[in-house]
C-alpha cells in the first residue's frame, strides 16, 4: 500500500476573462507519498503556480478533489480549512515581494504564530522564532532587521521560517530560488533538502528550470497547457524521455560532458491558447514528431509501463 499524503484528482481552475474560459488546470492528477518530492515543471502559464494555488485553495478550484490525509480539502468549511491550512503552506518565488517591508524579521516570522494563537506569551514567541532562524540558518543577529537590509538569500530564508513556523508536513515550493543568484540557489536547494530530511516534510516543487528539479524530486511531472503531459519518476524521467515536449525541455539543458552531447530541440510553431483550446492535442502546433491523428484527438494520460505515464499517441 502506498502512503499518498496527498492525492489529487482531476483539479480544475478554469478563468472567466473577457476572450472565454481560461483553462488554467484542466483536470491533473497526481499523488505524493510522505516526505518525497514531486517536481512540476514547463513553461510559463503552463499552470503551475494555479495548480499550487488551488490545492491549498488560495484560489477556489472549479473542480476535483485535494485529498490530504485522506480529506478532501475542497470541501472543507472556513473553520476546518483554517486548521488544515497549518498543515500546508507555500513558499514563493520573490520572498521581496511577499515579506511585508515594514515588518521586522521578527515579526514576519511570529505573524502566524500569533494569529492562529499558537504561542502567546511574549518571551516564549521570541524564543520560538529564534529557534525558526537558527533551523533555517539566519543569524540571531539579524532578528530586528528589515526584509530590504537582506540579500535574496537571506529573505528566502525568512520565507522558510514563515512557511515552518505552523510546523507543516507539506510545502508548496513555487520556484524558491528562481530569482537568486546561482551560488546562493545550491545553498538555499541544500536548506530544503535538509528541512525535508530532518523534519519529514513532503513537497511540490515547482520550475521551469528541469536542471533544477533533476537532483531535488523523487518524481517529475510535466505539464503543458493546464495537463500533465508526463510524469515518471525523476530518474526514469531523465533517462527515458517519452513525450516530445519533454525531450525538449530536457535537450534545453546544459550538460557538462561533452561526450554526451545532447541535440538541442527547438520548439517552433505557435503556442496554443488556453482559452479556445482545439479538440486535439494541445502541443500538436508545435510538436515535430505530430501526425495526423495528434489534430483529430485529445491524447489520454496512459501508463507505458510501471509508474511512466505520458499523453501522446505515439505510446
Ligand atoms: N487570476 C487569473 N485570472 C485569469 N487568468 C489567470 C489568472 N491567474 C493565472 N491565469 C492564467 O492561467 C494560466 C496559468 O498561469 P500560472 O501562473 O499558473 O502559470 P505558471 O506555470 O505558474 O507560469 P510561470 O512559470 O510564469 O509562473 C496563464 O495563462 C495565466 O495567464
Ligand atoms: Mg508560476
Redesign the pocket.
Known sequence: MTDALLDVRGLKKY?E?SHGL?H??DDVSFSIERGKTLGLV??????????GRAILRL?EPTAGEVLFEGVDVVKLGSGAMRKMRKNMQIIF?DPFSSLDPRKTINQIIAEPIKENRIITDKVALEKRVLELMETVGLAERLINTYPHELDGGRRQRIGIARALAMEPKFIIC??PVSALDVSIQAQILNLLKQLQERLGLTYIF?T?DLSVVNHFSDDIAV?YL?QIVEKASAEEHFNNPLHPYTKALLSAIPIPDLRNKRQRITLKGEITS?VNLPDACRFAKRCNECVEQCTKGIPPLKEISKGHFVACFKY
Open positions: 478563468f476573462t481560461l488554467a488546470v514547463g513553461e510559463s502559464g503552463c499552470g503551475k503556480s494555479t495548480t484560489i518565488q513555487d520556484e515547482i521551469h505539464m493546464g488556453p
